[in-house]
DNA sequence: TGGGTCATGTAACCTGTTACATGATTAG
DNA sequence: CTAATCATGTAACAGGTTACATGACCCA
């Protein structure tokens, strides 16, 4: 999945490893985390497979670069990921595991639990002015609306992913206060 | 936390490798997969941890049992995990992944897309109905409300997910439409 | 007699995390 | 002078996936 990140991301120009990584931490950290130990990894399996090429480029006052394209296979191969449909939709949510087994605290530990959650569970870093902000730069910085369209996308979902999640949260606080309240009644 | 989901079932009872998979295959799999090769893997070292013993349990006419029980410090390690309030927001995303480079693909392409995603990507594989069942049944058969409780709390998740998954994907259909009939306007 | 369930696992591989290492430049 | 940024990585470990292996029982 990473390796189709950083193939999608060589396919709109040449990067450097480094570039890749502030891409991933400024912009797609809120649906992915790449460190650059693992994105100079899949680099070298990216190469061996044929997918990007790599150029050194000598630098005077910094450390040489290694600029990376993608190649013909590559595009192939970018192409082939984003029309096969095999999606599954394995959510795997440390957040569901530890709901799951709170029946072992107390209500009133659970209910400050879920209290503490949308805070603590924000998907945007900065909150959601952020994510406003960078997708409208995305739209001055970039004019291909074919682009940007689907990176709004992404963040739409942030945004509404955030909004149910502090539903979900009040909901859960009322049900454990008339559950305390010992109005059991379905 | 693999880890973790293990010792909370254990903390019900006494389990062997096989029922643990059975439960994550059947009920916990709408937020977590867990294959058998990793679950006998992972009971191996939490009993390296000290934190469950097993007990080799004869049988004539089936395999051997290896019955898994929690220990002490077992406990106090779920405890531990539960108080803990490190949840990183870590959404990975491959939905998310695949949605921000799909300015690759034609916009008829990307509005089937969406409008096969909510089927395919159904967090619950039978679909809605069978997760209000499975409450039910749990309901009946464990009279502890408290756990319960906050078994009903994931599923109330998956189920708000699922709907904002399909809102989500008609937003995104109304705004590609909206594309290519030429209205731009914001 | 063939497929499903019970019941155990191993091996190889891929992916993700944590920690470490180097070294120059530039802005406060 | 100190911290951040640019720019490269390695090593070890942890966690997840895929494929394979065994074997008896039970039900249709």
Redesign the pocket.
Same mark, same amino acid.
């Given at each position: 999945?990473?390796?189709h990140g950083i193939l999608g991301l060589l396919n709109y120009g040449k990067m450097?490893? =480094? $570039?890749?990584?502030?891409v991933f931490r400024d912009s797609l950290s809120f649906f992915?985390?790449?460190?650059? @130990?693992?994105? =100079? &990894? $899949?680099?070298?399996?990216l190469e061996k497979s044929g997918w990007i090429q @790599?150029a050194r480029?000598e630098? $005077? @006052? &910094?450390?040489?670069?290694?600029?990376?394209s993608i190649t013909r296979d590559g595009k192939k191969e970018l192409a082939r990921w984003l029309k096969d449909d095999g999606l599954?939709s394995?959510i &795997?949510s440390p957040l569901m595991m530890k709901t799951f087994f709170r029946g072992e605290c107390s209500i009133d530990e659970n209910i400050e639990f879920f209290k503490n959650l949308p805070e603590q569970n924000s998907v945007f870093p900065e909150g959601c002015k952020k994510a406003d902000l960078l997708i409208n730069e995305y739209q001055k910085n970039v004019p291909d609306r074919m682009k940007t369209l689907y990176w709004k996308f992404t963040m739409d979902f942030g945004l509404m992913y955030e909004k149910m999640l502090r539903k979900w949260c009040k909901n859960c606080i009322r049900e454990l206060e008339e559950f305390k309240h010992g109005n059991t009644a379905d």
């Open positions: 999945m990473l390796k450097t490893g =480094y $570039e890749i990584m502030t992915w985390h790449a460190q650059t @130990s693992q994105i =100079y &990894r $899949e680099l070298q399996t @790599s480029i630098q $005077e @006052s &910094r450390p040489d670069k290694n600029l990376l599954k394995v &795997r």
